[in-house]
């Protein structure tokens, strides 16, 4: 399908790529006259569409310019607007994908129009249509919705353009000349449609003035940003405090403004370098070993590694087959042994001094972790049928919740000894080994370059694997559980603070279960007496005895009782008398009394004298009060009891925490030692996979800067009916798909460029977080630290004007809005292609053949091909021969380079079909096997000789053992 664009219109720094002068082009509107710059005016309301519009984008009025354009569009309504039939039918037969017809075909459509009719519409109609389909293009082309629109006015205009230009031309022609009108409607349908200039300047985030109070004002300018820093500098002076503490970041909505694309044409230059050779370098270490001394030194590795699983399951059976738990330990040991194999370099050294023979026996090591793949799946292969053996044994018989925690230690020593029996001493020599390497620059052609500066490019890779690490530890070491037991209070509680009341409150507190009860505070002790008939005579009757309890004393007497009197006697009255001490109850004329007493204790024992009665009965309650020495026994008792409690809690308490913090630790240090294997491995990540993941965080920040959404839906279902399992969104897919293919299209990936710039553009209070001198890949340390990358991509080719498209619109795919899905339209890739152009060099098949090729020969026959003949010139095309000297030839899986490119004698003289020969020299004899006929590529072409350059290693060689490092390309094996 053609591709609509007018790359002269697109605003940049730089001219956009010349387009060709026969391509035809359609102006949907004529450019306004030009002024000196853009002039703040009120816009307008009169005029047409594009005068309104045009009047807003010099006043800067967005909001106004966006209400004029979706106004007339819902004039229009979502199909467009109303056209006459014949547009509609020009419209529906003329289109790109469609016209594969011949001139009789339309002159068989034209002659379906009543030719009258026809001729008024051509004359009237024809052009309103076009202005109607140009104005609703526009609209939508301001508000950027131009590609995503289902009425498609582009290519309305062109079948419109088309169906002038044909009536026109068999008018003309009515005899038919050939395939005229099919190559004028094929011209008229590829048309490229140009909207005015300005229409590419709606740039809401270019603005610079701001509106203050209803009047209109500059930005500020850098003099006055200065300024204002300088008062606020001014005003913090002699505070002293520093600032460098980051604040917690919180959430910020991301500007919608993206920063401008720079672009150019240049060449796509591509340095390859390969390893040379290996040479000693600078002097690293010298070993003396003196006249009859022997010396030796002891090596020791000492390693070990900690595995730890947990698996959840249900015993079906007793009988439990534990060597399918070692099988699959087996394999974890395995995968783990693969996975860390260490790699060491000895060195021997044998000579002769002082015409002495010796021989030293060194060791001079370097141990890296073996971290590839292969070695996994080897493992993974070996111990493939063994687990799933053991797998299904499992399934069947077993499922206990079991821990098991392997523990590997590793110890290898090595004794290195120099024995010198001579009479000077022996002096070895150990040298660095420097990786030499050759380079060579080579050139695809001028391409479209894009290029964004990328601020801090490894933050948010830094923060993925941060967090990446964090769920890594806790898939390894599962969370402490339980919270720490709180800490004991201590004892503010004293004996005396302790009543009846609040005892049980505190005995409870402390989990004292055999406290004393509190003694009461008051107890009463009751005696009775009966006593007989006394006469005249006053005399004692007995005593009545009455007990007060342990711990308390007396202190009320309650006395009650009845008496029956005799008549007087002579000389005496008639009383009972109840005496104790000098207290007196009970006289004469009453049956109870009520005293207070002293603080009596113990056995009371209570005189009862009378006179002149018949009898008495008598009842006496002491009430007693409890000593204050009782209760604070009382009291000191309960506390003993709960002090004690308190200290045995206590410790318990701070045994407990004393676990925890142990557990704790333990935890803590095995999150560590996760976190610490974790990042040696990152460290110890060849360089080859950071290469990858540096290309793909620019890549990724790149699209980002272009204004691409990564917070839009996914195409998945995290739960989809009826199971709840994660499945594609059908839908999804389908609107999403090519949105995101297009990024993958529009550059070529594989060739971007970037460079890192230092630490110290990051923010002064990072830096000492950015600054890691001790990086093992250099590069590595320079992504991690730089405060910005510069990074260039070029455009891939026939993508040119979708780029200009959206670097002008931020709209994908070009004004159509459709991605490429038709063979015939450049930009379109197979799936091969896109596989080969993932794994391979970006060959070039190029047409012809190479005939009877044999090994040995320093040059192949080239038939079928008229590419290297001038036809103008009937001579060799001598700038087609230039193009392809020095590039590479890709033939039967070997890569040589074109030295010489000569016709052939005896070949086919120049036909137009593809049938000359011609006689290509490579830089070396053919390798590959004899054949009468290979298919072959060109790739790249050298544009510079090939240089070399050093690189140091970590590698120590001793030097007066073999003299002959390796060179590359290493002889083929033999055997």
């Given at each position: ?9 697109v ?12 391509k ?19 816009p ?8 309104r ?10 909001a ?13 309504g979502?199909t ?17 994908e469609?016209?594969?017809?011949t ?30 389909l ?16 289902a ?13 002038a ?21 094929d011209r ?10 300005w229409?590419f300047?709606?740039?809401?985030c270019?603005?610079?003035?701001l ?8 930005a ?15 005003a ?9 503490q ?15 694309l ?35 030194r ?10 730890y699983?947990?698996t ?34 000895d ?16 060791s ?28 299904a ?7 206990a ?10 110890t ?12 000077e001493p ?8 420097t ?9 695809h ?5 894009a ?13 993925l ?63 009775t ?50 005496t ?21 204790t113990?056995q ?13 009965q ?34 318990a308490?701070e ?10 630790a333990?935890?803590k ?25 540096e290309?793909?965080?620019?890549k990724?920040?790149?699209i ?14 995290a ?9 594609i ?20 990936w ?26 093992a ?66 060959m ?10 044999a090994?040995g020969d ?27 000297l ?7 899986g ?16 120049f ?10 020299t ?19 072409q050298?544009v ?21 490092l390796?060179s ?8």
């Amino acid at each position: 399908m053609p591709r609509l664009m007018t790359m002269a219109v697109v605003r940049n720094p730089k001219p956009a790529p010349p387009r060709p002068p026969d391509k035809p082009i359609i102006r949907t509107h004529p450019e306004p006259p030009a002024t000196t710059g853009r002039e703040r005016s009120t816009p307008t309301t009169a005029g047409t569409l594009s005068e309104r519009l045009h009047g807003a984008w010099k006043a800067s009025e967005w909001a106004a310019l966006a209400a004029i354009a979706r106004a007339h569009l819902e004039t229009s309504g979502p199909t467009g607007p109303e056209i006459h039939p014949y547009s509609e039918a020009a419209i529906a037969y003329l289109q790109p994908e469609l016209v594969a017809a011949t001139d009789a075909d339309l002159r068989v459509f034209l002659s379906g129009f009543d030719q009258k009719a026809l001729k008024t519409y051509l004359t009237e109609t024809l052009l309103q249509d076009r202005e109607r389909l140009a104005d609703h293009a526009l609209a939508l082309h301001c508000v950027g919705s131009l590609g995503a629109d289902a009425s498609n006015p582009i290519a309305g205009l062109r079948g419109l353009h088309a169906f002038a230009l044909l009536t026109t031309a068999a008018s003309e022609d009515r005899r038919g000349d050939g395939h005229r009108l099919v190559r004028i409607v094929d011209r008229a349908v590829k048309a490229e449609v140009a909207f005015p200039r300005w229409t590419f300047e709606i740039d809401v985030c270019g603005e610079v003035h701001l509106v203050d109070g209803g009047k209109a004002r500059l930005a500020s300018t850098p003099l006055e940003d200065k300024l204002q820093s300088l008062d606020r500098s001014r005003a913090d002076a002699g505070k002293g405090d520093c600032y460098c503490q980051p604040a917690e970041p919180v959430c910020t909505p991301q500007s919608v403004c993206c920063p401008e694309l720079k672009y150019y044409l240049a060449d796509l230059l591509e340095l390859r370098d390969w390893t040379h050779r290996y040479r000693a370098g600078d002097l690293a270490y010298i070993e003396v070993v003196g006249a009859g001394e022997n010396r030796s030194r002891e090596h020791v590795m000492k390693r070990v590694s900690e595995v730890y699983s947990e698996t959840e399951s249900t015993v079906r059976s007793l009988d439990k087959r534990d060597h399918q738990v070692t099988d699959s330990g087996s394999l974890s040991r395995e995968i783990e042994r693969q996975n860390e194999t260490k790699l060491a370099a000895d060195a021997s050294v044998e000579g002769v001094y002082d015409a002495k023979a010796y021989k030293v026996t060194a060791s001079a090591s370097l141990s890296y972790d073996k971290n590839a793949s292969q070695t996994i799946k080897e493992a993974q292969e070996q111990a493939r049928e063994t687990i799933t053996s053991a797998v299904a044994e499992l399934e069947k018989t077993v499922r206990a919740l079991r821990s098991e925690r392997v523990t590997t230690e590793e110890t290898e020593t090595n004794i290195h000894a120099w024995q010198n029996d001579g009479d000077e001493p022996k002096v070895t020599k150990y040298f660095w080994v420097t990786q030499e390497k050759r380079a060579q620059l080579y050139s695809h052609g001028k391409r479209l370059m894009a290029e964004l500066i990328i601020p801090s490019p490894a933050r948010l890779y830094e923060r993925l694997m941060i967090d990446r690490l964090e769920a890594e530890v806790r898939r390894r070491v599962p969370p402490l559980e339980g919270v720490s037991p709180p800490t004991s209070a201590p004892l503010t509680l004293t004996a005396a603070e302790l009543t009846p009341e609040n005892y049980a409150q505190h005995v409870a507190a402390e989990g004292v279960n055999n406290a004393p009860l509190p003694p009461d505070a008051i107890k009463y002790a009751v005696a009775t007496g009966s006593y007989g008939e006394v006469k005249n005579e006053q005399k004692s009757v007995g005593q009545l005895q009455i007990t007060v309890p342990d711990g308390y004393h007396a202190v009320q007497m309650d006395l009650s009782g009845d008496a029956t009197f005799r008549q007087y006697g002579t000389g005496q009255g008639r009383w009972v008398r109840f005496t104790l001490g000098s207290v007196v109850w009970f006289g004469g004329g009453g049956h109870s009394l009520t005293a207070g007493l002293a603080s009596l204790t113990g056995q009371l024992a209570i005189e009862v004298t009378a006179a002149n009665i018949k009898g008495c009965q008598a009842s006496l309650t002491i009430k007693c009060a409890l000593d204050q020495a009782t209760l604070a026994a009382w009291q000191q008792a309960v506390f003993d009891l709960v002090s004690t409690a308190h200290t045995a809690k206590a410790a318990a308490s701070e045994a407990a925490i004393a676990d925890f913090l142990e557990a704790q630790a333990e935890h803590k240090a095995a999150e560590d030692k996760v976190r610490a294997e974790l990042r040696e491995k990152a460290g110890a990540r060849h360089p080859f996979f950071n290469r990858a993941i540096e290309r793909t965080e620019l890549k990724r920040a790149f699209i980002y800067l272009l204004c691409e959404d990564y917070s839009a839906e996914s195409a998945w279902i995290a739960k989809a009916e009826p199971c709840g399992l994660p499945e594609i969104d059908r839908h999804a897919t389908a609107e999403r798909g090519y949105g995101w293919y297009f990024w993958d299209r529009l550059f070529d990936w594989k060739y971007m460029a970037y460079g890192f710039f230092d630490y110290f553009w990051n923010p002064i209070c990072e830096w000492a977080e950015r600054f890691d001198p001790d990086h093992a890949d250099p590069l590595f340390k320079a992504f991690l630290g730089a405060g910005y990358a510069r990074v260039l991509v070029p455009v891939s080719a026939s993508m040119e004007e979708d780029f200009l498209w959206y670097a002008a619109t931020r709209q994908k795919w070009g004004q159509s809005g459709a991605p490429p899905l038709d063979a015939e339209d450049p930009r379109w890739r197979n799936v091969l292609y896109e596989l080969k152009y993932a794994s391979e060099s970006a060959m070039t098949p190029r047409e012809g053949y190479a005939a009877n090729v044999a090994p040995g020969d320093l040059s192949i026959l080239i038939k079928d091909t008229d590419r290297y003949w001038d036809i103008l010139a009937a001579q060799t095309d001598l700038a087609a021969v230039e193009a392809d000297l020095d590039r590479e030839l890709f033939i039967d899986g070997a890569i040589y380079f074109v030295a010489d490119i000569q016709p052939e004698s005896g070949s086919p003289p120049f036909s137009g079909a593809d049938t000359m020969w011609w006689r290509i020299t490579l830089d070396r004899p053919y390798e590959g096997p004899a054949s009468p006929r290979r298919l072959y590529s060109l790739g790249a072409q050298a544009v510079a000789p090939a240089f070399s350059f050093d690189m140091p290693t970590e590698l120590i060689w001793a030097g007066a053992h073999d003299r002959c490092l390796p060179s590359y390309p290493l002889p083929a094996c033999v055997g």
